[in-house]
């Protein structure tokens, strides 16, 4: 099957050729006739399936020959980059029928959303809690919506928005499509999915398992070791982009640190930063200036970057659902990725769930040369790590990590992840 069987607007279908689309992947094949067809879908894809065109694409054929100048489309995001990449992919598939969608979400000015919501938009892409406060303040209306997207609505939950979601859906009218989308189905996405969704089509594209274009590798390793072997790994990689997770945001920023003075391109992306220098570093990281990006979860949610070579898992994740939305950032588009994970003694109860996922042992490997008996600093330099349990919600800021200094480091040619030494810090 391809694109142009759905038979769209040719001013949609001259976006589609322009974005090089061609065949359709599972999720959109299975998800736009539905839509398309003003149907109400459920569909359940991981991370990196093309979920996002499958309901843009949809939605731009609906409101192509419609009236213009109100919003007649929402689609509600968890964050920031989540929104702001929809939008990327409404302007890029839309580029040639004259609708106008606008972001709506928090950490940047309200006058000037207001503005561009004043001047008449047909698509709004928003976070929860920003376009409640629109609501509440009766500055945006939405009383002619037609289509409404909940995109990635398990992550919502855990952020804690559904109080939020709901309060907007009574401010919506009820006879609308309804198109939800989520990575797993939690009692609280499906008791929503019921209240909400009309007999709708259910979509599931392999939500539960990682893609099968990625390769998985387990290294064991002391806390205190984790940031010399990543830096030692890199040194060591055949690499071209590549992803770092982390479980706190201080520690984001610390790893991206100690990177950056190891000579690598590297920025950090976690939720103290401004939306400015949030922006920066996923731009710097798309378009190449930063080699390296190390994340947390919630900060990296909505990242879409077609060649992230590797996944790095510097803290292993929680959740086997979690490890599945890291690693599947990697393996896109018919390409192969790489995901490493460090793992420590207390994380082996997590190991032997993500092989139950994956239906195989892990590979178990060991860095040639690095020294793995290296002791930990005195107790007046060393930092406990933080329970696992204790997450969410709770500041470290005293926290600090110890790392290795490798500027010794010897790196291979080829597309590796190179020490930038003439960047600036």
Same mark, same amino acid.
């Given at each position: 099957?391809?694109?142009?069987?759905?038979?769209?607007?040719?001013?949609?279908?001259?976006?589609?050729?322009?974005?090089?689309?061609?065949?359709?992947? +599972? *999720?959109?094949? /299975?998800? &736009?006739?539905?839509?398309? @067809?003003?149907?109400?879908?459920?569909?359940? =894809?991981? #991370?990196?399936?093309?979920?996002?065109?499958?309901?843009?694409? +949809? *939605?731009?054929? /609906?409101? &192509?020959?419609?009236?213009? @100048?109100?919003?007649?489309?929402?689609?509600? =995001?968890? #964050?920031?980059?989540?929104?702001?990449?929809?939008?990327?992919?409404?302007?890029?598939?839309?580029?040639?029928?004259?609708?106008?969608?606008?972001?709506?979400?928090?950490?940047?000015?309200?006058?000037?959303?207001?503005?561009?919501?004043?001047?008449?938009?047909?698509?709004?892409?928003?976070?929860?809690?920003?376009?409640?406060?629109?609501?509440?303040?009766?500055?945006?209306?939405?009383?002619?919506?037609?289509?409404?997207?909940?995109?990635?609505?398990?992550?919502?939950?855990?952020?804690?928005?559904?109080?939020?979601?709901?309060?907007?859906?009574?401010?919506?009218?009820?006879?609308?499509?309804?198109?939800?989308?989520?990575?797993?189905?939690?009692?609280?996405?499906?008791?929503?999915?019921?209240?909400?969704?009309?007999?709708?089509?259910?979509?599931?594209?392999?939500?539960?398992?990682?893609?099968?274009?990625?390769?998985?590798?387990?290294?064991?390793?002391?806390?205190?070791?984790?940031?010399?072997?990543?830096?030692?790994?890199?040194?060591?990689?055949?690499?071209?982009?590549?992803?770092?997770?982390?479980?706190?945001?201080?520690?984001?920023?610390?790893?991206?640190?100690?990177?950056?003075?190891?000579?690598?391109?590297?920025?950090?992306?976690?939720?103290?930063?401004?939306?400015?220098?949030?922006?920066?570093?996923?731009?710097?990281?798309?378009?190449?200036?930063?080699?390296?990006?190390?994340?947390?979860?919630?900060?990296?949610?909505?990242?879409?970057?077609?060649?992230?070579?590797?996944?790095?898992?510097?803290?292993?994740?929680?959740?086997?659902?979690?490890?599945?939305?890291?690693?599947?950032?990697?393996?896109?588009?018919?390409?192969?990725?790489?995901?490493?994970?460090?793992?420590?003694?207390?994380?082996?109860?997590?190991?032997?769930?993500?092989?139950?996922?994956?239906?195989?042992?892990?590979?178990?490997?060991?860095?040639?040369?690095?020294?793995?008996?290296?002791?930990?600093?005195?107790?007046?330099?060393?930092?406990?790590?933080?329970?696992?349990?204790?997450?969410?919600?709770?500041?470290?800021?005293?926290?600090?990590?110890?790392?290795?200094?490798?500027?010794?480091?010897?790196?291979?040619?080829?597309?590796?992840?190179?020490?930038?030494?003439?960047?600036?810090?």
């Amino acid at each position: 099957m391809e694109f142009n069987e759905f038979d769209f607007h040719p001013q949609v279908m001259s976006g589609i050729t322009a974005a090089g689309f061609v065949t359709p992947t +599972p *999720i959109q094949a /299975r998800t &736009i006739q539905p839509a398309l @067809g003003n149907k109400d879908v459920m569909g359940l =894809a991981q #991370t990196g399936t093309g979920k996002t065109a499958a309901f843009v694409l +949809p *939605i731009l054929q /609906r409101l &192509i020959n419609g009236p213009s @100048g109100h919003i007649r489309a929402l689609v509600i =995001a968890p #964050t920031r980059e989540l929104a702001e990449q929809t939008h990327d992919t409404c302007r890029t598939l839309g580029r040639k029928t004259g609708l106008r969608s606008a972001t709506v979400y928090g950490g940047v000015s309200m006058s000037s959303q207001m503005n561009k919501l004043r001047k008449g938009v047909d698509i709004v892409i928003a976070c929860p809690g920003r376009l409640l406060d629109y609501i509440n303040r009766r500055t945006i209306n939405l009383s002619k919506l037609e289509v409404l997207v909940l995109d990635e609505a398990d992550r919502m939950l855990d952020m804690g928005f559904l109080p939020d979601i709901k309060k907007i859906i009574q401010h919506i009218p009820r006879s609308r499509q309804t198109l939800l989308f989520s990575a797993t189905m939690p009692d609280g996405i499906r008791k929503l999915a019921n209240d909400i969704l009309k007999a709708p089509v259910t979509v599931q594209i392999d939500h539960s398992a990682p893609a099968d274009t990625v390769s998985h590798a387990l290294y064991s390793v002391d806390q205190h070791l984790k940031t010399g072997l990543l830096l030692k790994l890199l040194g060591k990689t055949d690499t071209e982009s590549v992803l770092v997770f982390t479980r706190t945001k201080h520690r984001a920023k610390r790893v991206g640190e100690q990177l950056e003075k190891a000579g690598y391109r590297a920025a950090s992306l976690q939720g103290n930063l401004s939306q400015n220098k949030r922006q920066e570093a996923l731009t710097g990281f798309r378009n190449g200036s930063y080699q390296v990006l190390v994340a947390t979860d919630i900060a990296a949610r909505g990242i879409d970057v077609s060649c992230i070579s590797h996944v790095i898992n510097y803290d292993i994740p929680d959740t086997t659902d979690a490890y599945t939305h890291r690693i599947g950032r990697t393996g896109r588009a018919a390409k192969t990725g790489d995901a490493f994970t460090f793992i420590t003694r207390e994380d082996e109860y997590m190991v032997r769930s993500i092989e139950r996922v994956l239906g195989e042992k892990v590979e178990r490997r060991t860095l040639e040369g690095f020294d793995y008996k290296k002791p930990a600093p005195s107790d007046s330099m060393r930092v406990a790590r933080p329970h696992r349990g204790a997450q969410r919600g709770k500041s470290h800021k005293k926290k600090t990590m110890a790392w290795t200094n490798v500027s010794s480091l010897s790196h291979k040619s080829g597309r590796r992840t190179k020490p930038a030494h003439s960047v600036a810090s």
